[in-house]
């Protein structure tokens, strides 16, 4: 894997789950050597930036579309910004089913170039976009919408970003022209549909009996042990989590039963010491000092009768502190 490719790995898995980074990043790295590569900008139908207009009451003007309806694969029409529309700009920024958002500006760099798919919602009402989005409309003749919309979710398509930019990590502000020159694979249709429809059962969860071109079995097959070892990570967290929770519930089980068996300020304190020195007598000095030596420690030390002697380098412990 080349510097481009890492870097863009690595700034796609803070907003990708990492199961859909492998998988983009193999297939269309599999893609481009057997298929023809095309712009981004061939494929299209059109694209521009979104509108603004002034602010207007729910259910009056225009639902927009900002970047904070960009969550998911998906566009999500849910909390819109209701705007005044002009009549002279409304044709052009209506959007539609297939239709592709671009974050073109953030306040964070690596959303600079997020992307989500616009499906028309079953309400009858026309969504524009805003100014800080920017539309992509692909030529259905050339290119699947929801294929183009999974390799702009790809380690691929944030390459630009680092073979363009002076200043990748500066980088606030979407730099269309260098954003559509980067080039994906144009496989046939079918195939396009075929690899869509493998990612969103990918995405979803699903069994995936998608049946893709035999020219993908082998990353297929590798995508799917990727997925076994994600379970398997996932799960031996889980089970360290578990177990944390569980010794940390143990000692302060034993924390508190030593407490509640010391008789004095001095055994209290004692108490202390015995647990974050496991109790042991004879500790080497160097041992105790790493540990955390500590005044109070030392107070109790000097209430119980035991002391550290310097010239051997070892704590002893004359007295038990509880029964």
Same mark, same amino acid.
């Given at each position: 894997?080349?510097?481009?490719? %890492?870097?863009?790995? %690595? ?17 269309? /790295? ?30 009056? &003007? ?26 002279? $700009?409304?044709?052009?920024?209506? !959007?539609? %089913? ?33 100014n800080f989005t920017h539309r992509l409309r692909p030529n259905a003749k050339l290119i699947d919408a929801a294929y183009l919309a999974w390799f702009l ?11 363009? $930019?002076?200043?990748?990590? &500066? ?5 269309? +022209?260098?954003? !559509? ?8 249709l079918a195939v396009q549909k075929a690899v869509a429809t493998y990612f969103d059962a990918l995405e979803a969860g699903k069994k995936n009996n998608v049946?893709?071109? +035999?020219? !993908?079995? @082998? $990353?297929? #097959? ?11 990570? /996932?799960?031996? /967290? ?8 569980e010794v940390d519930a143990l000692l302060k089980s034993t924390r508190c039963r030593l407490f509640s068996e010391a008789r004095t300020a001095g055994e ?23 540990? &955390? ?19 051997? #380098?070892?704590? /002893?412990? @004359?007295?038990? +502190?509880?029964?």
């Amino acid at each position: 894997m080349n510097a481009v490719l %890492t870097n863009a790995v %690595t700034d796609l898995l803070k907003r990708e789950p990492a199961k859909l980074v492998a998988a983009t990043g193999i297939f269309f /790295h599999a893609l481009a050597k057997r298929h023809p590569q095309r712009s981004i900008d061939d494929v299209l139908e059109s694209d521009r930036s979104g509108v603004w207009g002034n602010e207007a009451a729910e259910g009056y &003007g225009y639902p927009v579309l900002r970047s904070t309806n960009m969550r998911g694969s998906k566009a999500d029409v849910a909390d819109v910004a209701w705007r005044e529309i002009p009549a002279n $700009q409304a044709a052009g920024c209506a !959007l539609q %089913t297939g239709d592709i958002l671009v974050t073109k500006s953030s306040g964070s760099s690596d959303l600079v170039g997020k992307s989500v798919l616009f499906i028309q919602p079953d309400d009858d009402r026309t969504y524009f976009f805003s100014n800080f989005t920017h539309r992509l409309r692909p030529n259905a003749k050339l290119i699947d919408a929801a294929y183009l919309a999974w390799f702009l979710r790809s380690p691929q398509a944030l390459g630009w970003r680092y073979e363009a $930019q002076q200043n990748a990590v &500066g980088l606030r502000n979407l730099q269309t +022209a260098e954003f !559509l020159s980067q080039r994906l694979p144009v496989p046939p249709l079918a195939v396009q549909k075929a690899v869509a429809t493998y990612f969103d059962a990918l995405e979803a969860g699903k069994k995936n009996n998608v049946k893709l071109p +035999a020219e !993908l079995t @082998e $990353q297929r #097959r590798v995508v799917a042990r990727i997925e076994e070892l994600a379970v398997q990570i /996932h799960e031996a /967290h889980t089970l360290c989590q578990l177990a944390t929770q569980e010794v940390d519930a143990l000692l302060k089980s034993t924390r508190c039963r030593l407490f509640s068996e010391a008789r004095t300020a001095g055994e209290c304190l004692f108490a202390t010491m015995v647990v974050q020195i496991r109790g042991r007598s004879g500790l080497p000095l160097k041992e105790y000092q790493e540990s &955390g030596r500590h005044p109070v420690i030392d107070q109790g030390l000097q209430l119980i009768g035991g002391y550290c002697d310097d010239e051997s #380098r070892v704590i /002893h412990i @004359e007295q038990p +502190a509880v029964r």
